[in-house]
């Protein structure tokens, strides 16, 4: 098994443009979460979907970030317009079930804004 | 929401000594207690997990027990060797703790 899939694994971008970043979940698992990892902050959850369907967005910081799964086989973060503040690693899991448990991570991407 | 606190945030360990860290949690409602272990430039890797109907439970040198009543479960790790060093995450519910840098020295 490939394992979760993120793409890009690096980003450098000036502040106010678009960033998209992309994950592919391990297949058959239905549950895809998107966390950000600061020094400051730690790991934090954005937004969790579960069938493809968003259950909880609290976490996302702003109006800023939006995200999307139009399939059980991929999922896009995206930013808009992106700020300094936004640079971390960012995480995509998933995992089988409606709950959280046994989540397995990507890799991450690092997104740097200048 | 929950609240998660991980104690300590960095632990030294001789190599074959053992290390403890400890997860307390505010939601009396949390039933998967999970233990993550991160190496550098990788994403957080599940390492052990225990349900809330289970006091204990161990895979090889590594264990997690759970006090319900007290809100609170601990990661042990046994003989501990070079490659375990790591940040070790507790994640009660959506909720990360701070994590803990241990180093195991040779």
């Known amino acids: 098994d490939a394992g979760v899939i993120q793409s890009p694994r690096h980003e450098v971008t000036e502040m106010g443009q678009e960033v998209t970043l992309r994950c592919k979940p391990i297949s058959g698992h239905n549950s895809l979460f998107w966390y950000r990892q600061t020094m400051m902050r730690g790991l934090e959850l954005l937004i969790y979907?579960?069938?493809?369907?968003?259950?909880?967005d609290s976490g996302m910081p702003e109006d800023r970030f939006s995200a999307k799964m139009p399939n059980a086989s991929f999922s896009t973060l995206k930013i808009q317009p992106s700020e300094p503040r936004d640079s971390a690693v960012y995480f995509c899991?998933?995992?089988?079930?409606?709950?959280?448990?046994?989540?397995?991570f990507g890799p991450g991407t690092r997104l740097t804004v200048t | 929401g929950e609240n998660v606190e991980q104690h300590p945030s960095t632990l030294s360990v001789q190599e074959g000594d053992s290390a403890v860290i400890k997860c307390t949690y505010s939601?009396?409602?949390?039933?998967?207690f999970p233990w993550y272990k991160q190496e550098l430039g990788k994403g957080p890797q599940l390492i052990i997990d225990?349900?809330?109907?289970?006091g204990e439970k161990k895979d090889q040198r590594i264990a997690v027990t759970l006090n319900k009543t007290a809100k609170h479960f601990s990661l042990h790790i046994t003989e501990t060797q070079p490659e375990d060093s790591a940040v070790y995450f507790c994640a009660p519910g959506l909720v990360f703790g701070k994590g803990t840098r241990l180093s195991v020295i040779a």
């Open positions: 939601d009396s409602a949390s039933n998967y």
């Open positions: 225990i349900r809330s109907n289970v």
């Open positions: 979907f579960n069938n493809n369907v968003p259950i909880d």
């Open positions: 899991a998933s995992s089988f079930g409606q709950a959280a448990y046994e989540q397995y």
